[in-house]
């Protein structure tokens, strides 16, 4: 079906913070490919995984238990310090069951039509729940009826969130820096606020980080920048560097949620994906990626602000880690094609923001190539 618009080219093969079309041009992949490939393409380590639990044992149903899930959970759990985790196949999914943990809590305390407090301009996914949380009409257009429950604020207002009265809320869901409403970058303080808040009104605080996680705002989980546990985080994208892999954190009463039978999933947890995502985590601790991601984020970030600070065209250029966004005071999905012709993969979101997702594996030579080549096209688009 032409659910996408596809740009004319097929890639071949990968190689780091490389790709290979058809024709054999090379390009920089700085998006990696959405922040899923955050240790770029065929990575040895994720690579030998795959290779031999394929040869060993790629699925057994969730009726048994699965020794790889059980040891990424335990990784997770470490990584997060949240108590257990619930497997799942995609990001959309994992927010699925971050909702229903939010509506059983809901009903374990006395409430028959819980709702949960979204914001402005986020993306949770595209399944009827998610795309009833996301804020964006363009996502829900012709999928009325929306699923029922979410009360919808302005993104990094707290105000807003603690003018709200109303006995029905249990839950907010936000991603921590919203990646496709624009990589809004919320103030320092926002997510302890909403903490606080959480904590004072015994709502449960669900954090989105399927695009802020894994390392990629330069702490393995974007709320670790604020020192405060969430009740409920989710997880995919990177997790699985390409293998598809979900999951949903939890914590205290909100992990106490879902209970046997009540939720599930045939994919979830398989031995083929945990394998890849235990040696993505691996990866990241050996190859010091978290810190990586930091210190060259503010890098990238320096270097592009030096060269177009002062530009006419460039409203803001914000970013965390390597989550960078630069936006411009008019469209630019143009500049997409453009990148393409020099060997640069970028991407445009909400209409006038470039945004910039880079491998966490990046060197000084890519990088410099990617500000190179980048700078010059914004330069020309006034
Ligand atoms: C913050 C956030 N949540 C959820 C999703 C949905 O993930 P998936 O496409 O794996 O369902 C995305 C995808 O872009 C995302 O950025």
Redesign the pocket.
């Known amino acids: 079906m032409p659910t996408y618009a596809r740009l004319p080219l097929r890639f071949e093969r990968g190689e780091g913070v490389w790709l290979w079309d058809t024709e054999g041009k090379r390009y920089l992949d700085a998006i990696a490919s959405?922040?899923v490939c955050g240790l770029g393409h065929a990575h040895p380590g994720v690579r030998e995984a795959i290779c031999q639990q394929a040869g060993r044992l790629v699925h057994t149903s969730n009726l048994y238990r699965i020794d790889l899930q059980e040891r990424l959970a335990g990784e997770l759990t470490r990584l997060s310090g949240l108590d257990n985790a619930f497997f799942c196949n995609?990001?959309?999914?994992a927010?699925e069951a971050a909702i229903k943990i939010a509506r059983k809590y809901g009903h374990h305390r006395g409430i028959p039509n819980p709702a949960i407090i979204v914001m402005q301009r986020s993306?949770?996914?595209?399944t009827l729940a998610?795309l009833s949380a996301t804020g964006n009409r363009k996502v829900q257009q012709g999928f009325e009826p929306l699923v029922d429950g979410f009360i919808r604020v302005t993104y990094d207002d707290i105000a807003a969130v603690k003018a709200l009265d109303d006995p029905r809320i249990v839950a907010i869901l936000v991603?921590p820096v919203q990646?496709?409403g624009g990589v809004r970058v919320p103030a320092p303080d926002y997510l302890n606020q909403l903490r606080t808040l959480c904590d004072e009104r015994h709502w449960l605080l669900m954090l989105?980080e399927?695009?802020t996680g894994i390392g990629r705002t330069g702490r393995f989980l974007a709320y670790q920048h604020n020192g405060i546990l969430p009740d409920v985080c989710?997880l995919?994208?990177a997790l699985g560097n390409g293998v598809p892999i979900?999951a949903c954190l939890a914590r205290g009463t909100a992990a106490a949620m879902l209970t046997v039978g009540s939720h599930a999933t045939t994919f979830g947890g398989n031995p083929l994906a945990c394998s890849a995502a235990l040696a993505v985590l691996q990866a990241i601790e050996r190859q010091h990626l978290v810190q990586r991601a930091a210190e060259l984020g503010e890098e990238i970030i320096a270097a592009i602000r030096a060269r177009l600070s002062g530009n006419p065209h460039v409203l803001e250029i914000r970013g965390k880690g390597l989550m960078i966004g630069i936006e411009l005071d008019r469209p630019c999905a143009n500049l997409v094609p453009l990148a393409l012709g020099e060997g640069l993969l970028i991407n445009v979101t909400a209409d006038a923001t470039v945004r910039l997702l880079p491998p966490l594996i990046m060197e000084a030579e890519p990088t410099e190539r990617l500000i190179e080549t980048l700078v010059p096209l914004i330069m020309r688009q006034g």
């Open positions: 959405i922040a995609s990001g959309a999914e927010n993306f949770h996914g595209r998610t991603e990646g496709e989105d399927v695009q989710t995919a994208k979900g």
